[in-house]
């Protein structure tokens, strides 16, 4: 029940930005498209809920850029993610209210959910799931006679032999140069709109998204739904890697759950359906590319006084 109405929220909130003067309805079109793309696993995780936080954080901080701040400290008590929100705010009072709200909900609620911050000790100790871009690796190892096996581990369907380590490490690696990505751009972006908060945050859940050891399909349910609040601003730039995701819901759909017996057993099918995530990976670049670009002056060269000028073409003849 609380995703069916997580549903029509998410599509309310957009509508009411995007009809507005000076906005675009691509956002909601964005998640008309996207939510039936994916099928049923909408309904049955509450990534949906925690999507609907986010998009209302991040509408209301286009207004007003002191209020994403509580949104997205809530929303980070339910999944890390919506903290990376918070990349393009240009407000301490933003991050501060996050911090309390985090802080001060999770020390209420800590005692009456005994181990329930345990899932920071899973990721740290997970391998590398089926599903991720560094899945492929193992099947194609396999054939050249390495072993390794595929068994549920950690709530999810993860490799475990030899290299996975390597392979885990390599995706925390990737993880770790994209937040130093997301670092320069901050401090080298200048040219901020309104519309900047969303697809900094688009932008950064993308980037950490496709490093990261698992890629679940209830993911692109997130991805889809900032992509749809980035497009409501007519000046955005987002409208390719939205698109490239939208051609990933169909995509994933076909892999969990139609074909997720192939997936998991990594037969050559399964294999072929996780080039899927060569999307989410172009789109995150794109992203990039067009965050930075939109934000970041470009650099100017300054010209050199007349006698310097004159110098220096004396000393070259």
């Not at 501060?96 to 909900?105: C, D, I, R, W, Y």
């Not at 020390?107 to 100790?125: E, I, M, N, T």
Request: with cysteine; charged share 10%; net charge positive.
């Amino acid at each position: 029940m609380p995703a069916c109405l997580a549903d029509p929220t998410v599509l309310s909130l957009l509508l009411y930005t995007g009809l507005r003067p000076g906005r675009s309805p691509r956002g909601a079109w964005t998640w008309v498209a996207g939510v039936p793309l994916l099928g049923p696993t909408v309904y049955v995780r509450y990534d949906l809920m925690v999507t609907a936080v986010a998009v209302a954080a991040l509408l209301a901080g286009a207004r007003h850029p002191r209020v994403p701040g509580a949104p997205a400290g809530l929303g980070a008590l339910l999944k890390v993610w919506p903290a990376l929100l918070l990349v393009g705010a240009t407000r301490l009072r933003a991050w501060a209210s996050a911090a309390v709200t985090a802080g001060g909900l999770g020390a209420l609620f800590a005692p009456a959910v005994p181990g329930g911050l345990g899932f920071l000790a899973f990721q740290r100790d997970r391998g590398t799931e089926v599903e991720s871009p560094g899945g492929p690796v193992f099947p194609v190892a396999w054939h050249f006679g390495r072993q390794g096996e595929v068994l549920l581990n950690h709530g999810s369907i993860e490799f475990l032999g030899p290299y996975v380590g390597l392979v885990s490490s390599a995706a925390m690696a990737l993880t770790g140069a994209a937040f130093g990505r997301l670092v320069l751009w901050r401090l080298r972006a200048a040219r901020l709109a309104p519309h900047t908060l969303a697809e900094a945050a688009f932008t950064a859940v993308l980037l950490f998204t496709v490093t990261s050891r698992v890629i679940s399909p209830q993911y692109l349910v997130r991805l889809i739904g900032l992509a749809a609040v980035c497009l409501c601003f007519r000046s955005s730039r987002m409208g390719a890697p939205a698109s490239l995701l939208l051609a990933a819901a169909l995509l994933t759909v076909l892999e969990f759950p139609v074909g997720f017996v192939h997936v998991a057993v990594s037969d050559p099918y399964g294999v072929t359906l996780l080039l899927r995530n060569g999307l989410p990976v172009a789109a995150a670049l794109r992203a990039a590319r067009e965050l930075w670009r939109c934000t970041v002056p470009a650099a100017t060269v300054t010209p050199l006084p007349p006698q310097a000028t004159r110098a220096k073409e004396t000393s070259a003849s």
